[in-house]
């Protein structure tokens, strides 16, 4: 069942996912997007980055964090895009073998025009060893049911 705007809760928290990082995507994402040699190098990686071997790029976190987020939150509410993101932030290095999961939570809803709103959440991407390695805040426009009243929609209840 499609979640709406309305159907969202301030303060709602949920834990999704399973990835499993490999080093030969770490590698082929680098090489086409990000090839610093601390995420195409392992050789050189392990002997003279502060890392101690091969890291996954920043934006390839972001990337896997984003599928995580797709698979098990925007495919469940009537997302219509978002605005940006807020805080992005990397907070440890992503290895070959680590397994990634996400936590989600809904900060803030505002509701925008009749049909949709602004929800404000805060997502954590997690290691296996229960670790934050990267962090952001989203900005997600939420279809808003047709009738729904800006009472329905929490938050700021004046339509912009």
Do not use: C
Not at 109 to 114: A, C, F, I, R, S
Not at 125 to 130: A, E, L, R
Request: charge should be negative; proline fraction near 2%; charged fraction near 30%.
């Amino acid at each position: 069942m499609v979640r709406y705007f309305s159907d969202l809760t301030e303060g709602e928290t949920a834990s999704y996912g399973h990835y499993d990082v490999t080093e030969s995507e770490i590698r082929s994402f680098a090489e086409r997007y990000d090839p610093q040699w601390f995420h195409t190098d392992r050789e050189r990686a392990t002997e003279e980055s502060i890392y101690g071997g091969l890291i996954a790029s920043g934006w390839h976190t972001a990337a896997m964090t984003m599928r995580l987020l797709v698979e098990g939150v925007l495919d469940e509410i009537a997302s219509v895009g978002a605005k940006g993101v807020d805080e992005l932030r990397w907070r440890r290095p992503v290895r070959p073998g680590d397994t990634l999961s996400i936590r989600n939570e809904i900060q803030m809803k505002t509701v925008e025009t009749d049909t949709r709103g602004l929800v404000r959440s805060k997502t954590e991407t997690i290691n296996q060893d229960n670790e934050v390695v990267f962090s952001m805040v989203g900005l997600v426009m939420v279809a808003r049911r047709t009738g729904d009243s800006p009472a329905d929609g929490g938050g700021d209840e004046t339509a912009q």
